[in-house]
């Protein structure tokens, strides 16, 4: 497709931030964090709850968030105020009405 945008090595997957020396990264390619590596950390942790944010609402949080709950029976909570849509702000507010209906609105935290 020639889309290069957020491959390794290009400056859309630099960190805005440095994270804490503790930090577990887990690298994704694709709409879904969901990764082996992700799904054992979880396992070996005993966490049942994710707290979710991220740059594209209607892509990658939404599939992300999808998979958790319906295929790994996780609780996925999606903060709002950590998420937009580089499509725009009108895909944003259209994957929460999304996600309240296939993750529950009880999933959507707007932190009002």
Same mark, same amino acid.
């Given at each position: %497709?020639?889309? &290069? ?9 630099? $960190? ?10 887990? #690298?994704? &390619? ?5 990764? &082996?590596? $992700?799904?054992? $950390? ?8 994710? +707290?979710?944010? /991220?740059? &594209?609402?209607? %892509? ?18 999606? $903060? #709002? ?6 499509? /725009?702000?009108?895909? +944003? ?9 296939? #993750? /529950? ?5 707007? %932190?009002?």
């Amino acid at each position: %497709m020639g889309w &290069d945008r957020c491959a390794p090595g290009s400056i859309d997957t630099e $960190l805005a931030f440095a994270p804490p020396e503790n930090a577990v990264i887990i #690298v994704k &390619d694709t709409y879904s964090c969901i990764t &082996d590596a $992700l799904i054992n $950390l979880l396992e070996q942790k005993n966490i049942s709850t994710l +707290h979710i944010a /991220g740059c &594209d609402t209607n %892509m990658c949080v939404t599939q992300s968030a999808t998979a958790l709950f319906e295929t790994h029976c996780y609780r996925p909570l999606i $903060l #709002v105020r950590y998420c937009a849509s580089h499509s /725009g702000p009108e895909y +944003h507010e259209w994957a929460l009405k999304l996600l309240e209906k296939s #993750v /529950g609105r009880q999933q959507i935290w707007t %932190m009002e």
